[in-house]
């Protein structure tokens, strides 16, 4: 078991006359569904929703930043997961660049310990892959899979050493969990703050090439085919990176990939405005890159959107560009966003966005894939597609605000969250 | 740009003032009217320090703040000249010796700053978007003096000036710029300042140092130092060698770069002229010969720059497109 939370009775209630889409079932219709004790136990046709009610597989999100331990003030297990709830989520799993990191039975321990008390939604833990993510020793791996760690990962630093790559993919087989990867060849990338284009080349910020991102990918590929282990590459941005995961696939290497909502609606011509709220880690590319994660989503690619969900204190973001911290939050506007520019302007179909929030990621770490049938515990996101709704530095349940899209209005807004056969969210 | 890449361009400066506040924050702040208004003034000005009495009444009683975190010379003599000798108060804050030095944010020395209402701060500072924070953080004028690698306005500004003033004209005029563009805020403010008025810009250095995508600017690019020839004015930057970190090895070394690309008398032709925006590494990017010669305007730019930069304070505080300040001629 990789997920924890409070263990809690499973709530009843009826979801009168919504428009029912399930990419994993294949059922699409209006129905009245029934919850009992958690569990759905009908499924009845009903007339047409008169409002655009839509009741799909709750999200889950393979990688978000919960901050704990060590920056409390930024986020905690029940802000983060509260936020996760309110986007329609009903599991998620945390990254384990915190301070102290992730890295050994102790800490992991009092994570699981926290999260059994205070997470609103099943909340996993990914361990770090080398001890205090430095890239020297591998973790106990073995003991922190036991212990339920989701898998291993040294996200916010790519793991440089080809050699102690090769060790953590064998190594992680005797632990039976996933390697996530954040792929960055540091001495290409070096002290990036942005894409390297025109934009950079006109702004002066010193650029983080794609090509940096696309070499390692291949590097890391190329060392899972020798050791035919799987693989899953972290928050892919350029169209390079989306050929070499592509082809490494046509190969028949076992590798997976994700992408951010903000990668897919952004460009690096965003950070001409010098808002903090554009920069982050890896950087906002070119349109044509952009337009290479949609097509990596639509042909299977990318099998995971993932929020990337990354809070900061408002005074690591009130600074000039460069001094500003790396990131931005996305929990409670993923699928917002995503619908308003993405699915709205046809460049995305709303099956598809559905099930590479929900299914794809679930199936990727081997976590209970959320389904809409009768005898299947209820993993739910009720959500109103004609419900416009502006997004303002105080309404957000996470403990911080730097998102990307204050100020914006959305369309698509989730009615109620339903997490494990639990109500965790209510507009 | 698609809709959805284009989904959120926020105002980066806002006002609740009935009038807008006007900065220069860049070149971007300017159109071409701009330019040439700020030309202008800086020509009527230049006649006022040919009198024994170099001093203008018009800012008396402003107070002008010069905060300054990275090191210079050139630039804030000569604003805080500038401003006194439009009778303004002014003040100088420096990184070293401040509240910066103990760790105080940007922001909050703005704040403080703010509460002595001055009319304009002028800032320099080693982060890009350093001065966009104090416009958002105060309500006074903010000049830009230099902001990484990013822009530096008057320096662009007194650079056409002095350009016209040698040949007579911006428009058509042809601008090789020599050697260090990836770290030159000096280049990204003159690129944009000489397409807006109609100039040519060609970029001439090592690969390494001349940033991936800037031809999207609207220059031309060369690694061959041969095609300086063909330009009016050969503008060269500074080898920066602060800004490069160690390891970086953009180039093998300063006495090849000397070699490929220094600005020497054999590689200039006849007619035209050079600049610099100096500091100058003398024997690196440009030959003394040519530094100390008749075709180098690198004081006359120095020169200049005050009556630039006293134009600039000028336009924000009583001139402006509406010209509704104290007019100069009378002063």
């Known amino acids: 078991m990789t997920l924890f939370w409070p263990d809690r009775p499973g709530d009843s209630l009826a979801i009168r006359s919504a428009r029912v889409l399930d990419p994993a079932t294949g059922i699409d219709g209006a129905f009245d569904v029934t919850i009992e004790d958690g569990v759905i136990t009908s499924l009845v046709a ?32 029940a802000t983060g997961t509260a936020a996760a709830a309110a986007g329609g989520y009903c599991a998620i799993l945390a990254m384990p660049n915190t301070d102290p990191v992730v890295d050994s039975a ?45 898998g291993f990962t040294d996200d916010g630093f790519p793991v440089v050493s080809a050699g102690l790559m090769q060790r953590a993919l064998q190594y992680s087989a005797v632990a039976g969990r996933l390697l996530t990867l954040h792929e960055e060849e540091p001495t290409l990338s070096r002290d990036g703050q942005m894409n390297e284009g025109p934009v950079s080349a006109a702004l002066g910020l010193a650029g983080w090439p794609s090509v940096a991102e696309s070499v390692m990918i291949e590097r890391d590929c190329s060392i899972a085919a020798y050791l035919q282990r799987p693989l899953h590459i972290m928050h892919l941005t350029a169209r390079e990176s989306v050929s070499a995961v592509r082809a490494a696939q046509a190969r028949g290497v076992a590798v997976t990939a994700e992408v ?13 405005t010098l808002d903090t709220n ?27 959107i993932a929020t990337d969900h990354a809070p900061h204190a408002r005074h690591e973001k009130e600074t000039p560009f460069e001094e500003a911290a790396f990131g931005v939050t996305g929990l409670e506007t993923s699928f917002a966003a995503i619908y308003t520019f993405l699915v709205e302007t046809g460049e995305l179909d709303l099956d598809l966005v559905l099930e590479r929030m929900s299914t794809g990621p679930a199936r990727v770490f081997g976590l209970p894939v959320p389904r809409i049938a009768v005898g299947e515990r209820a993993n739910l996101a009720l959500i109103d597609l004609d419900a416009d709704w502006r997004v303002t530095e105080d309404g957000f349940r996470s403990r911080s605000a730097n998102s990307w899209l204050l100020g914006e209005t959305l369309h698509g807004a989730i009615v109620k969250t339903i997490a494990n056969g639990r109500v965790v969210h209510a507009a | 740009m698609t809709e959805a890449a284009s989904v959120r361009l926020p105002v980066v400066r806002q006002d609740d003032d009935a009038r807008p506040r006007r900065h220069l924050l860049g070149i971007s702040d300017l159109d071409r009217d701009d330019i040439e208004r700020l030309l202008g003034t800086a020509a009527t000005i230049s006649r006022s320090l040919d009198r024994e ?30 401003a006194k000798r439009l009778s303004a108060d002014t003040m100088a804050v420096r990184s070293s010796g401040s509240s910066a030095d103990k760790g105080e944010s940007l922001k909050d020395t703005a704040l403080t700053l703010a509460e002595y209402d001055p009319d304009v701060i002028v800032i320099r500072h080693p982060h890009i978007g350093a001065p966009d924070l104090v416009a958002r953080a105060t309500r006074a004028h903010v000049v ?4 990484g690698k990013h822009q530096h306005p008057t320096q662009a500004l007194l650079d056409l000036y002095t350009m016209r003033e040698a040949l007579g004209r911006l428009e058509g005029l042809h601008v090789a710029i020599v050697g260090d563009v990836l770290h030159s805020r000096v280049a990204r403010s003159l690129i944009e300042a000489l397409t807006l008025v109609g100039a040519r810009t060609t970029l001439v250095g090592p690969p390494t140092l001349i940033p991936r995508g ?12 041969g095609d300086i020839e063909a330009a009016d004015v050969v503008y060269v930057l500074r080898m920066q060698q602060e800004r490069m970190s160690a390891g970086a090895a953009y180039v093998p070394s300063l006495r090849e770069y000397a070699a ?47 009556v630039v930069r006293m134009a600039v304070l000028y336009d924000l505080l009583a001139g402006g497109p509406t010209g509704d300040g104290l007019p100069l001629e009378v002063a």
């Open chain 2, 260 to 306: 490929e690309w220094g600005v020497t008398p054999g590689r200039l032709r006849p007619g035209q002229i050079v600049m610099h925006p100096g500091p100058m590494n003398r024997g690196v990017e440009i030959d003394p010969r040519v530094a100390d010669s008749d075709v180098s305007l690198i004081s006359t730019q120095v020169r200049f720059g005050l």
């Open chain 2, 214 to 225: 800037i031809e999207q600017m609207g220059c031309e690019v060369s690694t061959a130092i």
């Open chain 2, 53 to 82: 009495v170099k001093k203008l009444p018009v800012l008396r009683g402003r107070l002008i703040i010069n905060v300054f975190y990275e090191s210079s010379t050139r630039t804030l003599s000569s604003f805080d000249l500038a």
């Open chain 1, 106 to 150: 102790a800490v992991l321990g009092a994570l699981i310990e926290l999260a059994r008390e205070d997470a609103v939604i099943p909340t996993g833990f990914m361990a770090s892959i080398s001890k205090g993510q430095r890239g020297e020793e591998l973790t106990e791996m073995v003991e922190l899979a036991r212990l339920g760690a989701a």
């Open chain 1, 260 to 272: 951010s909502p903000h990668h897919l609606c952004l460009t690096d011509e965003t950070v001409r």
């Open chain 1, 46 to 77: 009903a007339a047409e929703p008169a409002h655009g009610l839509l009741l799909a597989p709750a999200f889950v999100d393979p990688h978000v930043h919960l901050r704990v331990p060590g920056r409390e003030d930024e986020e905690t297990i």
């Open chain 2, 144 to 147: 830009n003096a230099g902001d």
């Open chain 1, 278 to 304: 554009y920069k982050m880690n890896p950087p906002l590319r070119s349109e044509d890159d952009r337009q290479a994660l949609i097509e990596g989503l639509r042909d299977g690619t990318i099998a995971c």
